[in-house]
């Protein structure tokens, strides 16, 4: 008897109806894992941007923190510095950042102060741009040379030795330097200022004056510079002085016999009649013109005063009591002003004596 031959059970299985292709499979789970390196990506680069522009570490102490970046210091030396200095978290991201924004060739060294919780952004910024810690240095108008140098030699933050330079050499201002600059690049500074200064009132000077060069002028007003303090006063005195030296008269400036005497440092006492009378080249009541240098630097206001002074008859000047200065055109008028300041000075002696025996 024959039979009909069965099917095969593995032809007559049929697919389950939700099963996917395989190449469908391969896709969606291509996309899914698209899908996860997305969002790994995205929340890669928020940790950039708030590593990159968030707030960075805050200070053991207080609301700054200073670092010191040497010269020459390429990108990673920087990174690390930074790193270790504790204002940035990452060197890795800083120099990344740096590469990424063209910053790493255009970085600065030098002295920076940054504040608590500065962005990475921030400090990349500055470091560019060179914003760097500038420090001054102050020289008072009528300060001598010696004095000048003796300031920048006492500056822990300035490097290097320098001398005196000649008196009056150096323009008395407020000048800016940076941490470990040279005090000979700083001095250098104030006298190229003095120069510049000097030679721009020269050429503007008024006509017929006594002063035959420059150096004259610097001398004249560095005498003036040491005769007062009053800003205002300064072209009174350059006119008497310059008065004086078109009538043949000798200066009589207590301060050039001071200068003759001891460089300039104060007496702590008035001047004596011996010390008035003894010869020096400084002593300008005993010379005629002015002395051989300037006893001082002086600033700007007496410089222009002397080059260009305000008409004037007066020949005579003496303290008034109350800072300032009396002047007077006669000598007959100047004697009545110095008998007034001589009772000044006894009633300030007499006080002086009452309040010692008070003690």
């Not at 006893?295 to 222009?304: F, K, S, T």
Request: net charge positive; no cysteine.
């Amino acid at each position: 008897m024959s039979r009909k031959p069965r099917k095969s059970a593995a032809r007559g299985r049929r697919k389950p109806s939700g099963a996917l292709p395989p190449a469908r499979r391969f896709r969606i789970i291509l996309g899914s894992a698209a899908a996860t390196l997305g969002v790994v990506a995205v929340l890669v680069l928020a940790w950039a941007l708030w590593s990159y522009q968030g707030p960075g570490p805050a200070t053991d102490g207080g609301e700054t923190r200073v670092v010191m970046l040497r010269k020459g210091a390429g990108l990673t030396e920087i990174a690390s510095t930074l790193e270790r200095s504790g204002a940035i978290r990452s060197k890795a991201l800083f120099a990344a950042a740096a590469q990424f924004t063209g910053a790493a060739k255009a970085l600065k060294a030098g002295e920076y102060e940054f504040k608590s919780r500065a962005s990475l952004a921030s400090i990349l910024r500055d470091i560019r741009d060179g914003k760097i810690v500038i420090h001054q240095v102050t020289i008072p108008e009528g300060m001598t040379s010696e004095a000048a140098v003796a300031t920048l030699m006492a500056r822990p933050d300035l490097s290097g030795v320098v001398a005196a330079p000649p008196e009056g050499s150096i323009l008395p201002e407020t000048y800016q330097y940076e941490r470990g600059e040279d005090r000979s690049a700083v001095l250098k500074r104030m006298m190229d200022a003095r120069d510049e200064l000097l030679a721009l009132l020269w050429e503007k000077r008024q006509p017929g004056l006594p002063i035959k060069t420059p150096d004259e002028a610097v001398t004249l007003a560095s005498i003036v510079e040491k005769e007062t303090g009053i800003a205002s006063e300064r072209p009174q005195v350059a006119a008497v002085f310059v008065n004086r030296l078109r009538k043949g008269m000798r200066l009589e400036s207590d301060p050039t016999i001071i200068y003759g005497l001891n460089g300039g440092k104060p007496l702590g006492r008035g001047l004596r009649a011996s010390e008035m009378a003894q010869p020096n080249p400084y002593n300008t009541y005993q010379i005629d013109g002015l002395p051989p240098t300037p006893i001082a630097n002086p600033g700007r206001a007496a410089l222009a005063a002397v080059l260009d002074p305000p008409a004037s008859d007066h020949l005579f000047f003496v303290a008034d009591g109350s800072g300032g200065h009396v002047f007077a055109a006669t000598y007959d008028e100047h004697l009545k002003n110095v008998a007034k300041w001589r009772v000044v000075e006894k009633q300030r002696a007499d006080a002086a004596l009452q309040q010692q025996g008070g003690r």
